[in-house]
Structures are given as C-alpha cells and as structure tokens.
C-alpha cells in the first residue's frame, strides 16, 4: 500500500513541472517583444542625425592621436641638465677600444674628437683662455710611437696663466710617459699620473694660475684589466662633467 501511494503522486508532478516550463517560456517570450518594442521606440524617439553624430564622436576619439611628452631640451656637452648661468659647460670623455675615440667638449664646442679630425693615440690636451672662453691651442702626444712626452711637458707648460688645461687619453698613454711629464701633470694637481698603465683610460681637468672649487670633477681612471675589459684588450671609456664658474666680472 506504501509503494501504491507513492506511485500516486508521480503524475502530480510532473504535470507541475510541465505548468512551469510553460510559464518560462511565455516570460522570456514577453521579455524579448518588449525588449523589441522598447528598442523601436527609442530609435523613432532620437533623430538619426544625433545617432550618426554620436557614431562619429567615437570615430574621432579613436583617431586623435595620443599625447606624447615633449623631447627633452639638449643641453650643452650633452649634460642632463644646464649649467647655472656664468659657468662654462664641460665633458672629458677618454677612448674607448678601437673605434671609441676621446673627446674633450668645452661650452657645446667639440674642442677634440672623431668629427674635429684632431684626436690622435696616446694623451690629448686643449688648452682654454679661461677669462675669454676661447679655445688657445690643441694638440694629442703619441706615446707609443716617437719620444713625445718632452715635448709634451713643453706644451703644458707654455699654457700662460689663467687657462684650464684638459687631458684625455686615447687607446695608450703610458707606454712613453715619461718622469718630466709626470712631473708637470703632477705640479698641476694629478693625483692619478703616477699610476696610469698600459691602456688605462684617464681623464683630467685642470688650471693654472687660479684655484677651481673643490667640488669640481677633475679626474678619473679605468685600468684595463683581462677579466673586466669592455672591449677586448682595452677597458671602458670613462668620462668627467661639470660647470666652472667664470670669472667674477
């Protein structure tokens, strides 16, 4: 009797099942014609030329080309950022393997270097009138090749007073430098002349006849080195920058 009972209701709900479907069915119908007639009457609401100028707006949006940040100003011997005002601009850059050649840039003027045609092996100096801003005289030492380095530390020391002095090696300055020359280059405030080497990459900034601040950049030097070299046989370039206040007027 339990089990014909049960059997009893099975038909009952089924049928409930089939009474809701049904319903549904007729929802979603209902939802779509009225989803349908909503659509139709909003486009018979809004003129089709705002449809149309709404269409081009997001055209136009997508076209317009994006911003970009402006390029940044260069700025004098390629610093990243000015120099104050009434103060020369400077960059010492020493060789750098084979093709890397040294440059010295006083004021955006290319003083030695590859364009200038007047970079050579072995030490590069220009001298500059520091109260004019004007270039005296430029000249590079071979000292690999020739006894150079006498005729180096004439050079140096004919700058007359008042001048800033910038030496720069290209691929070896050691080989022939010799104690006349150290001596000179040491007068004039080289802490790192008595220990270039072989290929050593060394800049130098200096003056004669005045003082430059204390807080300038004046020297530096890379030794080749097997393990650490950039290119082969010859370590990185290195290089120094700054601003040397002019003279007070």
Not at 80 to 97: D, E, H, I, K, V
Not at 147 to 162: C, V, Y
């Amino acid at each position: 009797m339990a089990r014909a009972g049960r059997r009893a209701r099975t038909p009952a709900g089924g049928e409930e099942r089939r009474r809701l479907g049904t319903l549904k069915a007729a929802f979603f119908f209902f939802a779509s014609i009225s989803a349908w007639y909503s659509g139709y009457l909003l486009a018979e609401l809004i003129p089709e030329v705002s449809l149309t100028r709404a269409v081009y707006g997001f055209r136009n949006i997508a076209e317009k080309p994006l911003l970009k940040a402006p390029t940044p100003k260069r700025q004098k011997c390629d610093h990243w950022t000015p120099c104050p005002l009434n103060t020369y601009a400077y960059r010492l850059l020493s060789g750098g393997g084979r093709d890397k050649y040294a440059k010295i840039c006083f004021e955006d003027e290319l003083l030695i270097g590859e364009k200038t045609g007047n970079v050579g092996r072995g030490i590069n100096i220009a001298i500059v009138d520091y109260l004019t801003g004007k270039v005296r005289a430029t000249q590079y030492f071979n000292m690999v090749e020739g006894d150079n380095s006498g005729l180096m530390a004439t050079f140096i020391q004919s700058a007359p007073p008042k001048s800033l002095l910038f030496m720069v090696t290209q691929d070896d300055g050691a080989s022939g430098l010799k104690e006349d020359a150290k001596k000179v280059i040491e007068a004039l405030g080289s802490k790192q002349i008595r220990n270039i080497k072989f290929r050593s990459s060394w800049v130098f900034l200096t003056a004669k006849g005045f003082e430059l601040p204390a807080d300038i950049q004046r020297e530096n030097i890379n030794h080749s080195d097997n393990a650490r070299n950039r290119y082969s046989g010859w370590p990185a370039e290195i290089q120094i920058e700054g601003c040397i206040p002019k003279m007070p007027s």
